[in-house]
């Protein structure tokens, strides 16, 4: 069975930064995509940010409103995927989810998502 | 960037009826759309991949249609677990995006 557990959101100032974590299993982790993809309070979802697989050396793909500031890596030991976020503002205030992406890129698998409110 | 615009942004409807949701896309996207069904407080569920072809586990009362630029989801029975935010997506080019979410309320 899939599973992708998120972590780490929490309350973090203006300009402050945060990691989030997300520990999968059920499958081949180095297979697959994985992306980020937030979620803004009452409103829609936003993608932002992906790493390919390791048949793809984990390169990385970001939305222009987080590039420069978001890094997204991974612990292939750990099977886990990681959103490094700097500087961090007050529309970056939302619910994170991981996505497992399958091999014809769709988003099949999504985590529980974690909340990250930037507030002073 | 390509823009999904989806629409109607909310839907009344009652159980046993048949609904349709359609999302237009700003440039053509061959057949490269997703629908996902959210309900509150939830992530996200794929339901359909590649404009038509459904998720493994989701009822066949759900249907998905179209290429290029227009594209729907249709439901052909609401059943009561049905009303949730539909979103469509593309994963044709980047930046991916969403559609703004339709909204299917109980009459």
């Known amino acids: 069975e899939v599973q992708l557990v998120a972590s780490g959101g929490g309350l973090v100032q203006p300009g402050g930064s945060l990691r989030l974590s997300c520990a999968a299993s059920g499958f081949t982790f180095s297979d697959h995509y994985m992306d980020w993809v937030r979620q803004a309070p009452g409103k829609g979802l936003e993608w932002v940010g992906r790493s390919r697989n390791k048949a793809n050396s984990y390169t990385t793909e970001y939305d222009a409103s987080v590039k420069g500031r978001f890094t997204i890596s991974r612990d292939e030991s750990k099977n886990s995927v990681y959103l490094q976020m700097n500087s961090l503002q007050t529309e970056d205030t939302a619910v994170y989810y991981c996505?497992?992406?399958?091999?014809?890129?769709?988003?099949?698998?999504w985590g529980q998502g974690t909340l990250v409110t930037v507030s002073s | 960037d390509i823009q999904l615009t989806q629409s109607p942004s909310f839907l009344s409807a009652s159980v046993g009826d048949r609904v349709t949701i359609t999302c237009r896309a700003s440039?053509?996207?061959?057949?490269?759309l997703a629908w996902f069904q959210q309900k509150p407080g939830k992530a996200p569920e794929l339901l359909i991949s590649?404009?038509?072809a459904l998720h493994s586990g989701v009822p066949s009362r759900f249907s998905g249609s179209g290429s290029g630029t227009e594209f729907t989801l249709t439901i052909s029975s609401l059943q009561p677990e049905d009303f949730a935010t539909y979103y469509c997506q593309q994963p044709k080019s980047y930046p991916l995006t969403f559609g703004q979410g339709t909204r299917l309320a109980i009459k």
């Open positions: 996505v497992r992406v399958d091999t014809r890129y769709y988003f099949d698998y």
């Open positions: 440039q053509g996207i061959s057949s490269s």
């Open positions: 590649a404009a038509s």
